[in-house]
């Protein structure tokens, strides 16, 4: 595999695996420059580099370098696209899942962690404007109650999840904390509000189906949807980090 296969478009590698490409081909400071610097910089090592990988270049360093990501939900929605292999377009209110809100919020901080310039930075909180989107997002799509950590973990070891995979679950749960005052709000707002009690008592019991047509039902599955796509990529992504420091 020749360096120019490293950041091709056709390689789904993982955020991590990217930049420890980008780190092992440009490591001069290259969270800090600008992207027509560091493109240029790309093209006189590698040639031309694929323009979706380029994408999810500028919101890797966006992502380390910016406070915005946290703070501004266009900025936030369209990291989240580049991360998720969509072309951003600014200006345009494009589609964002739960699970592409969860990664785009874990992967920030996961970024962050490991770039040694910002080692030993406190973590940065997100944003009102940030959480309400997210929380918009999860309302669009069926959910009305995102589980604590502490019930999150109930959940998943009633479902028999091994310990090692909760532990790659719990941090997504984790980083989603000030989001659920925020989907209250809203359904509040909307006369739509349902308390929590009969679902927390279901994913205690670790249900991932509920018979009937109910909000529940939905929920429960949602959530079990939303678990099983989280595992998904975390395989992929440990998976495709293994593989590039193998290459590299």
């Given amino acids: 595999m020749t360096p120019k296969d490293l950041l091709s478009d056709e390689r789904h590698w993982s955020l991590e695996a990217t930049l420890l490409a980008i780190r092992k081909l440009s490591p001069e400071g290259y969270v800090f420059w600008g ?4 493109r240029d910089d790309l ?47 600014f200006g345009v209110l494009q589609t964002v899942i739960p699970e592409m809100a969860a990664v785009t919020l874990r992967e920030v901080y996961r970024l962050r962690n490991a770039v040694p310039e910002q080692k030993g930075f ?25 589980p604590p950590v502490e019930t999150c973990a109930v959940y998943l070891t009633k479902r028999g999840i091994s310990p090692d995979e909760i ?24 006369d739509a509000y ?4 009969a679902l927390r008592t279901l994913l205690v019991a670790g249900k991932t189906k509920v018979p009937g047509d109910t909000p529940e039902a939905y929920a429960v ?20 980090l293994t593989e590039m420091t193998k290459l590299i």
């Fill in 35 to 38: 992207m027509e610097a560091l």
């Fill in 43 to 89: 093209r006189g090592k590698v040639g031309e580099v694929g323009d979706l990988t380029l994408e999810r270049i500028a919101a890797i360093r966006v992502a380390i370098s910016s406070p915005d990501v946290l703070l501004e939900w266009p900025v936030f929605e369209n990291v989240a696209q580049a991360f998720c292999w969509q072309k951003p377009l």
């Fill in 122 to 146: 406190p973590l940065q909180e997100v944003g009102d404007e940030v959480l309400r989107f997210i929380a918009a997002v999860f309302l669009e799509n069926g959910f009305w109650y995102i």
């Fill in 167 to 190: 532990r790659l679950v719990l941090p997504y749960f984790g980083a989603l904390a000030g989001v659920q005052p925020h989907m209250d709000r809203f359904a509040r707002e909307n």
């Fill in 194 to 197: 349902r308390s929590p009690d």
């Fill in 221 to 240: 599955q949602g959530l079990a949807n939303f678990v099983d796509n989280l595992l998904l990529y975390e395989r992929a992504a440990a998976a495709s």
